[in-house]
């Protein structure tokens, strides 16, 4: 059974810090790409950055410079450190593992900005 179960959200103030990560189970997570998404109520969920195999990193312009995306494949988990966090980056955040056609998507995990 595949499982990427998330942690590390909550309240956090602005220009505060988090960590989020996801840890996958029932993959061989190396193969997968994997990346962060949020989705916001009344709003497509919108992807935040991307991971290769090869540990190539891509984000969104929105978080470019704040958000940092690591894996660790002998763990088996992928993390978001996000810095510089502003009200506008509060949703949900969802982890998700791509291989070829093949898609996971974790539960994801609420993270709320304010003061």
């Known amino acids: 059974q595949v499982q990427l179960v998330e942690s590390g959200g909550g309240l956090v103030q602005p220009g505060g810090s988090l960590r989020f990560s996801c840890a996958a189970s029932?993959?061989?997570?190396?193969?997968?790409?994997m990346s962060w998404y949020r989705q916001t109520p009344g709003k497509q969920r919108e992807w935040v950055a991307t991971?290769?195999?090869?540990?190539?990193?891509n984000y969104a312009d929105s978080v470019q410079g704040r958000f940092t995306i690591s894996r660790h494949n002998t763990k088996k988990t992928v993390y978001l450190q996000m810095n510089s966090l502003k009200p506008e980056d509060t949703a949900v955040y969802y982890c998700?593992?791509?291989?070829?056609?093949?898609?996971?998507w974790g539960q994801g995990t609420q993270v709320t900005v304010s003061s």
């Open positions: 998700y593992a791509q291989w070829g056609s093949t898609k996971y």
């Open positions: 991971i290769t195999r090869g540990l190539s990193t």
């Open positions: 029932g993959i061989s997570f190396s193969a997968y790409v």
